[in-house]
Each structure stands twice: as structure tokens, then as C-alpha cells.
């Protein structure tokens, strides 16, 4: 089942915070320092995402592969801090909730878990981000990449790609034609379910 659109806009206000939602950037803009990609994996995280892109043949600023080991390392620490409580990363994504400011801090509570939480300027870009998913999460564009922050309009045009990603690809309710599967996430959680069953 596809995150909704107000999951995806709740994870895309941490991926502002962290990056821009740019899967090229490193931490304060230095090559080799502990943080990089869309949610600043860091240290051994980060090495392990490197590991997961490399393997797959994908350099480590590919954000579609980002996106993809979001799903498959499945990080998760429900916290009693959390406005809204999930056993795991799978049941958030899966979540129904459509208060975005409330899954914005729960994802970042219990996926981020940032030293700065910045908590006001992760809400404010995932209420941007689910407009303009609304609007735009259809269209076809390529991620905006480097190791710089990206203005906001280049973070929407990046959220797009979250969604197709993430969500169903479509705005509206449900996957839409070649949505989830097409983008890959779905299609990595049944690869690693066959092989493991």
C-alpha cells in the first residue's frame, strides 16, 4: 500500500530540514563529513545507504534509491515524545492520519531523531509540500542534485519525486496508472519478501 499524501509531505518537512530534500548534499556542504542525502543518514547509517547504492550499481546521490533504502533499512523508535505512536516504520507509512503537523514530528521523534529538532520549519515545508503535490505530483521531472541547498521551488519540484516514490505517484486517492509499483518501493518490499519467505 502506497504512503498517502499527507505521509509524504510529513517526511518531505524532515527531508527540507535535513537537506533541501537534496540526495547529493553533505553535511554543512563538506565532502566526507558524517551526514549526506535527503534525510542525512550519518555515520554508520550513511555508510550502510553508500553500501545499499553501491551494490545496486547507483551512485549515492541517486535519490530514487534513497527513497527506495528508506523502505528497506526500516529504521524506527516509537518514542512516548510522539503525538502519534506507530510499532514500525512500515504502520507509519501505512498510517490513515491526515494531521500533517502531528506526523511531521512523529516521523521526526522516531526516524530523524535530530540534535536540532527545528520542529516549526519541518511543519511549515511539509504544509507547502502537500499543495504542491496536489497540484504537480504527477508530473514527470528529474531530481535537482549537488552539493548546495536548493532554493524551496527546486525542494517542490524534488518532492514530486519523493511522492512518485513513496506515494502512488497519482494526487488522488489509491495508486494511480503505474503508480507505486512503477516507482519501485513496493516492487524492492516483495523482492526482499520473496526472497526471505
Known amino acids: 500500500m502506497p504512503a ?3 505521509v509524504v509531505s510529513a517526511i518531505g518537512g524532515n527531508m527540507w530540514r535535513e537537506s533541501h530534500v537534496n ?4 553535511e554543512n556542504l563538506t565532502p566526507g563529513s558524517p551526514g549526506y542525502g535527503l534525510c542525512q543518514w550519518t555515520n554508520e547509517r550513511r555508510i550502510a545507504l553508500f553500501q545499499y547504492l553501491n551494490s545496486r550499481g547507483l551512485p549515492n546521490s541517486d535519490g530514487d534509491g534513497q ?19 506507530y510499532p ?6 501505512n498510517s ?3 494531521d500533517i503537523p502531528a506526523l511531521t514530528e512523529t516521523f521526526m521523534r522516531c526516524w530523524e531523531r535530530p540534535g536540532v529538532p527545528a520542529l516549526e520549519e519541518r511543519v511549515t515545508f511539509a504544509l507547502k509540500a502537500f499543495p504542491y503535490i496536489q497540484r504537480h505530483g504527477d508530473t514527470a521531472v528529474d531530481w535537482i542534485i549537488g552539493n548546495r541547498y536548493l532554493s524551496e521551488a527546486e525542494a517542490l519540484n524534488n518532492m514530486c519525486r519523493v511522492w512518485q516514490k513513496l506515494g502512488s ?10 503508480g507505486y509499483l512503477r516507482w519501485g518501493a513496493a516492487r524492492e518490499i516483495y523482492r526482499r519478501l520473496l526472497i526471505h519467505a
Do not use: K, Q, R
Open 23 to 26: 540526495p547529493a548534499l553533505w
Open 67 to 85: 527513497c527506495d533504502y528508506l523502505i528497506v533499512e526500516n529504521d524506527w523508535i516509537d518514542t512516548s515524545a510522539s503525538p502519534l505512536h
Open 4 to 6: 498517502s499524501i499527507y
Open 96 to 98: 490513515t492520519s491526515t
Open 169 to 178: 505517484g497519482t494526487p488522488g486517492p489509491g495508486p494511480g496508472p503505474g
Open 88 to 93: 514500525n516504520l512500515t504502520a507509519f507509512l
